[in-house]
């Protein structure tokens, strides 16, 4: 088997997660944490690798781990999760313990 086709099958399936999740998602009586804890079931991936396939594709902000505000996701991915305000206070409280 080619490294290429490795490849082709592993977005297939998670096309194929992605398609899944959203058919049940349009399900309101379902609850996305349970969709996705029976998707890490059959597919025997992680809660982390599942949450990446569904919530890359749509979300575009995520709430700062620190203060809760909605930060853009790309620089919410850059700063591991938080926002540039509170990761410019973390920078200016590690200078001020130097
Ligand atoms: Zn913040």
Redesign the pocket.
């Known amino acids: 088997m080619s490294v290429r086709h490795l490849l082709d099958t592993k977005i297939v399936r998670n096309n194929l997660i992605l398609f899944e999740f959203k058919e049940q998602a349009k399900d309101r009586r379902l609850v996305k944490r349970h969709i996705i804890e029976a998707l890490m079931k059959k597919y025997g991936y992680s809660r982390s690798y599942i949450e990446q396939i569904v919530y890359d594709s749509k979300i575009t902000h995520r709430p700062?781990t620190?203060?809760g505000?909605n930060?853009n996701i790309s620089q919410w991915k850059r700063n591991q999760g938080?926002?540039t305000?509170?990761l410019n206070k973390q920078q200016k409280q590690d200078n001020d313990d130097k």
């Open positions: 700062c620190s203060c505000e930060t938080v926002c305000k509170c």
